[in-house]
């Protein structure tokens, strides 16, 4: 089915990791944050993406907004997106199919938190698409081989650690943050180290996670003077900043190398500690992903996310025809209930009856000359702009 309807009411802009490094990445970052708070906007932030989904008179100046980002630096890796193609773009994501890991469930978790984190006046038609999305992610995971990925970028981080590692069965390592990330290379760590400690900012959900798998925990206070027995550092901490300084790390370096995988973004490692001789640092771009899923379930799960998109955009475009349908009915009869105003003060030696004859007689001039745009309204509903013009209404707000 093509699909046109509502194209200038929904668009996105993303900057992915496989079109922009991670230095722009947190450059971007800073800019759009302040954005998750605008009803016409929503921002989402992982480990690989920096997006920006925009509804209403906000999508219809994406290519403005775009230009702009454009001039600060991020005109060729960023890609934008409208109408259909940016629908169908928030359910892949959604689905796990836009992720270095294909297929990963982790990223349901990050839109719902930004759904949940939503300003309450967030667009309507940004958050029925957000919930679309997450509901047919969870659908598809249900029904279809998305259901067999177990790998994420917790369990990347931890592939790679080990690797680092010369005896990792021996070996004691600290993970910053007991978010879904954090939490999920705890798990795996578990089963693959000698000990594994929790740092998180939030000691009691760090300690629910340690007594699940047998780990130890700490306070981020308590960091530094840990470090002394750690062999390697996995961060996750979503600190929206730097936690991992030079200064901390810079005595533990000196008693010999550490391995440290951060994939936070913004990054948790300053960029001095980065530097610092004996680091083995690793960013989440320096993680390789995988695809568990074949071709032919990748083609057939794009194929459901583009179905659902069509639905979408039919549904929206039905909708904004009825509110369109309300509105000009609205507005031509306080046409009508004004001009018959006019006229029945020019009658008033009309009876209280023939005065109900001419109330009838308008209404139903007005209810004929309205039958066929609402019929074809109906029909059509992608032309709700057009009869908005026809009858001098402003633009429709959805």
Known sequence: MDVHVFDAHIAALVLHQRSAPIDARERLLEIVTPWSVIPDRAVLATCHRVEVYLAGAAAEGAGDLA??????????????????????????????????????????????????????SLDPLLRRLLERALGLGRSLRGASALASVTRSVGSLAVEEVARLLSEPERAAVLVVGA???????????????????????????????????????????????SLTRIDAIISAADTRGTLLTD?????????????????????????????????????????????????????????????????FMREASERGAARTIKDVRMHADGLRLRQLD??????????????????????????????????????????GEHARALFGMGREQS
């Open 67 to 120: 230009s702009d980002l454009g001039r600060q630096g991020f005109g060729d890796p960023l890609m934008r997106f409208h109408g259909r193609e940016a629908v169908t773009h928030v359910f892949e994501v959604t689905s796990g199919l836009d992720s270095a890991v294909q297929g990963e469930s982790q990223i349901r978790g990050q839109v719902r938190a930004m759904l949940a984190g939503a300003p309450r």
């Open 179 to 225: 978010g879904e990330t954090g939490a999920l290379a705890v798990r795996a760590l578990s089963r693959r180290v000698k000990t594994v400690v929790v740092a998180n900012r939030d000691r009691g959900r760090a300690d629910a996670l340690a007594r699940s798998v047998g780990a130890e925990t700490i306070g981020l206070a308590d960091i530094e003077t």
């Open 247 to 311: 200064s901390l790390l810079a005595p533990r370096l000196a008693r010999g190398p550490l391995a440290l995988v951060d994939v936070a973004v913004p990054r948790s490692v300053n960029s001095a500690a980065r530097e610092l001789p004996g680091l083995i640092y690793r960013s989440v771009d320096d993680l390789q992903g995988a695809c568990a899923l074949s071709a032919g379930e990748i083609e057939r799960i794009r194929a459901a996310c583009a179905h659902e998109a069509d639905r």
């Open 342 to 383: 006019r006229a029945l003060r020019r009658l008033g030696h009309l009876s209280p009856r023939d005065r109900r004859v001419v109330e009838t007689l308008s209404a139903r001039v007005m209810n004929s000359l309205l039958h066929e745009p609402t019929v074809m309204l109906k029909k059509q509903p992608e032309r």
